[in-house]
């Protein structure tokens, strides 16, 4: 069985740099084709994709966002870490990542998300 | 970019109904377009994937179709718990784009 969970904290300043961690089970990121993703959903928002790291540790970014993120994998632990700098009130979502399982397969499982605030 | 627009971006239907649900493309995209299902306070589930293709323990009801530029997902007879809003995803190039959503309201 296949899950995902997001940590992180809830509450962030302006111009802070937020780190989030997905933890997952039920599948391995050294297995070839698997990839894991971030998205998130601002309130009454739509989804909006951010990154994605492969088992081969190739990483993909969201164009508009890709200065201020960086995806990384630690295989042993089956963690993923997205860190995004310079926070903004506008940043504030639901975040959630994603397991695909193969690069013709959208996500099929994902986490639960963590709501994150940005706040003075 | 692809740019995807999704319509409506509101139904209103009554249990029984066949609805429909449409997302166009800013261009082709083959067959690699997704359809979510989401609920207040939960993450989306994967309904259909591959424009076709119905994920593992979705019910029959829900279809999808097209392959393109323009892709359908009809609900063959709306039931109580399909009350939520749809996402139309295509992943056939990065950045992945979503559609604005269509909520699916009781009449």
């Known amino acids: 069985q296949i899950t995902l969970k997001e940590s992180g904290p809830t509450l962030v300043k302006p111009t802070q740099t937020l780190t989030l961690t997905c933890t997952f089970s039920?599948?391995?990121?050294?297995?070839?084709?698997?990839?894991v993703g971030w998205i998130r959903q601002p309130p009454g928002k739509a989804l909006e994709w951010l990154a994605l790291i492969y088992w081969d540790d190739d990483k993909r970014y969201s164009p508009s966002l890709k200065s201020r993120l960086t995806i990384t994998k630690d295989t042993s632990k089956n963690q993923v870490v997205l860190t995004m700098t310079n926070m903004d009130p506008v940043d504030t979502a639901t975040y959630y990542c994603?397991?695909?399982?193969?690069?013709?397969?959208?996500?099929?499982?994902w986490g639960q998300g963590t709501l994150v605030t940005v706040s003075s | 970019v692809i740019w995807m627009t999704q319509s409506p971006s509101l139904l209103s239907a009554s249990t029984g109904d066949r609805v429909t649900i449409s997302c166009r493309m800013s261009q082709g995209i083959s067959s690699y377009l997704a359809w979510y299902q989401q609920k207040p306070g939960k993450a989306p589930e994967l309904l259909i994937y591959?424009?076709?293709t119905l994920q593992s323990g979705v019910p029959s009801r829900f279809s999808g179709s097209g392959s393109g530029t323009d892709f359908t997902l009809t609900i063959s007879c709306l039931q109580s718990e399909d009350f939520a809003t749809y996402y139309c995803q295509q992943y056939y190039s990065f950045p992945w784009t979503f559609g604005q959503g269509t909520k699916v309201e009781i009449k």
């Open positions: 591959a424009a076709s």
């Open positions: 994603a397991h695909r399982p193969s690069p013709r397969v959208p996500p099929d499982y």
């Open positions: 039920g599948f391995s990121l050294s297995t070839s084709g698997v990839g």
